[in-house]
Every structure is written in C-alpha cells, then in structure tokens.
C-alpha cells in the first residue's frame, strides 16, 4: 500500500515565501529551525514530530535546537506568535478612501495572505490545542485583535450607511472562517493564484455586506 | 509547563452523536473502534496515533483492532468514508419549492453537520494527506460529488435569473469551504447551536449569490 503522507508539504518557493516572515527572527540558526519545525509539524502533525526530525530537516545536530528553543512547545509557540502577529500587521495596514474599499482590500490581503503562506497558516491553525496554557492564552489575544479588526472594517461600513449586517458578530465570524479556510484547500499547482483568490472573497464579502433591497 | 494537549476533544454528547453516523457499520466492536479511532487522530494526530492507543479508547486488545481493520490507516479511510457519505447524502436530500430555498435548506444543513459533527469533520478534512492513494482516490471522487451538488443548487438559482454568480465555480468552493471551516472552530460551549450556524450562514450565502441592484 503506499501512502501519500507524512511528506513535506512545501516546494522551494514556499520555503522562501517562510523565510520572507521570518526575517526578524535571529540567528539565522534560529530561524533555520522555525522553518524546518513548520514543515515538519505541516507533514505528519505537532505530537508526531521529535525535535531530532526538527534538527535533522535543519541539517543541525538535536542538542543545536536547545540552544535557542527549550522545547518542542516553544518552536511552535514561535510560529504561531509570528504567523499571527504577521497577519495582524498586514490586516491593520489597510488604508483607504471609504469602507468599501477598505473591507474590500483587507478581505483581499487576509485571504490572499492564507493562500500564500498556507503551511505555516494550517499548523498555526491546526495545533492551537497543542500550546500550554500561557501560550494559548497569548495567542488567544491576537486572535482576539484580528478579530476586533475585521469587525472595526465592517462596522465602520455600517456607521458610513454603506453596509447592513443584522449579526456584526456573526458576519465578522464568518468572513474571517472563510479566509482562514484558504489555507486547507489552496494548492500551489491550482488554478488560482493567492491574488485571484483574494479578488474573488473580496467580491464574495462585499455581496454579504451589501444592503438588501 | 502545562498543555491542554493530547487529549480526547469531545464529550458524551459527540460520542452519541458520533453513534449515530456510524449505525450503520457492524458488528459492534468495528464500530467503537471506529469511534475510537475518531477521537484519538482527533486528540492527537493520525500519525502519533498508534492502534494500540485505539484499541485501549475501545476498551478492546490491540490484536482486536485487525481482526476488524487491516491497518490504521483502513480506520481512518472508513472513517473518511463514512464522514463524506454522509455529509453528501445529506446534501443530496435537499427537496424545496424554488432554487432559493433548496440553497438556503442545503447551506443550513451542511454548515450545521459541520457543526455537530466536528471532531469527525475535523479528522477526515486535515489527515486527506495520510490516506493511500487508492483511498484517496475514492475519497476525491466523493469530494467531488459534494462540489457537484452544491454547484447544482446554485446554478438552479441562476437558471431561474434570482440568482446572479459571475464565478459559479468560485463561489461554489467559498460556499463548501464557508461550511465546512465551521468543523474548526465550532465549540459545543460557544453560544451559537448548530440550527442557528446553519440559519446564520444560509442568510449570508444567500446574499452572497442575490443579484446586485
């Protein structure tokens, strides 16, 4: 029988695409360390994964990995910390005319963001349970964050007269779930590029914003 | 340090729940350990699940599990069998006066299965990758089938000119990917029930798809 998995799921353009996150992360061998542990966790799953299959995809020695991270915990703590903070950043960034445009292009950068950085996105996403509880709760205030801001984008719309939401939290929920689940199906080898994909959510969450005649 | 994982996701209610989905398989131990199963890949990952650890869930002998499963990766091919049977029988029931009602009874249905079903949706949409090639075929074909369905109800919409989809293949995979994201982020003590996930996100597809004045 042969299996298609556990296997890196990343091809080389990928691997840059990481290293472009991750560099604010020092030394270097730290950071060689954070991709390989996406990759690794990315294959076959955070609880099967050692820290020597960390070291190795690293081309470093196991004791190397000690140096910088105390555990196979505070690896993942750190891809989850900068996959979120990343995030946020592009999320907060949106500037514009009117609300419109804004939910517009933060729905196309959140989205398009979960295509292209789908492996490091699924374990973020994926592995939540597998922090300790302080690290759970660190991150759970970024969520909380990313959350406020995609609510901040529609409701602003719905100040401006623009947009009509009977249920601001449930919306905000869903449009974020939507763009978070790029990172499962989107395929490098598919038929849309991260751009096209977050032209056509933009599209898709403007129509759901819009008020109904 | 403390961590909030590995550990079994779901309560009794799921696990009678779960019962439901699984009437059909028999005898009685193939289908707890099928139950098992579910929830230890859901607890821990499929690859760090051994069958010993499903065999103890089932309260059964490691040996019992192969009299039943040729392998682990046989449970979790059943159980990624049976998890898309379902959701597509489901699908498929779908019988209303016009296009709009039929899409909207089809989203409820969907999202809320995703809802209530979702340590086994959770399994069967992350682990695709550890499935053999032969079962991931079956699988896909499936998948397909499901795409196929939910595109039928939304072309019906367009065929009768109440709905106006520029992108049906798009808005097709938004749609099924809305839905199915439920599985993730779905918690049996958050304040939304499954009915009202379903009559939410039934009212933001069909904005989705309504023409634009």
């Known amino acids: 029988m042969t299996t298609t998995g556990p296997k890196l799921t990343a091809g080389p353009d990928e691997f840059a695409l990481l290293d472009e996150i991750w560099r604010a992360v020092t030394p270097d061998a730290a950071r060689r360390m954070l991709i ?3 990759h690794a966790f990315a294959g076959k799953g955070y609880h099967a994964t050692t820290t020597r299959d960390i070291a190795s995809l690293a081309g470093m020695s196991p004791a190397a990995v000690y140096i910088h991270y105390r555990s196979k915990e505070e690896l993942l703590f750190n891809i989850s910390l900068v996959g979120h903070q990343t995030s946020l950043t592009l999320l907060s960034s949106i500037q514009g005319g009117d609300a419109v445009e804004r939910l517009k ?3 196309a950068a959140f989205a398009g963001w ?3 950085y789908h492996t490091t996105a699924r374990v973020v ?3 939540l349970g597998a ?12 969520r909380r964050q990313i959350e406020q801001q995609m609510r901040a984008y529609i409701s602003d719309g719905v100040a401006e007269g623009v947009f009509d939401v009977p249920d601001l939290k449930g919306a905000t929920l ?4 939507l763009c978070i689940d790029v990172a499962r199906w ?3 080898s598919g038929k849309r590029t991260p751009d096209e994909i977050g032209a056509l959510y933009a599209d898709l969450v403007l129509r759901m914003v819009r008020p109904t005649s």
Chains 1, 2 share one sequence.
């Open 174 to 177: 869903a449009v974020l779930s």
């Open 131 to 142: 922090l300790s509880r302080e690290h759970h709760a660190e991150v759970a205030e970024l």
């Open 36 to 38: 390989a542990a996406v």
């Open 105 to 107: 292009n933060a729905v």
């Open 125 to 127: 996403q994926y592995e």
């Open 114 to 116: 979960h295509a292209e």
């Open 186 to 188: 989107y395929q490098p």
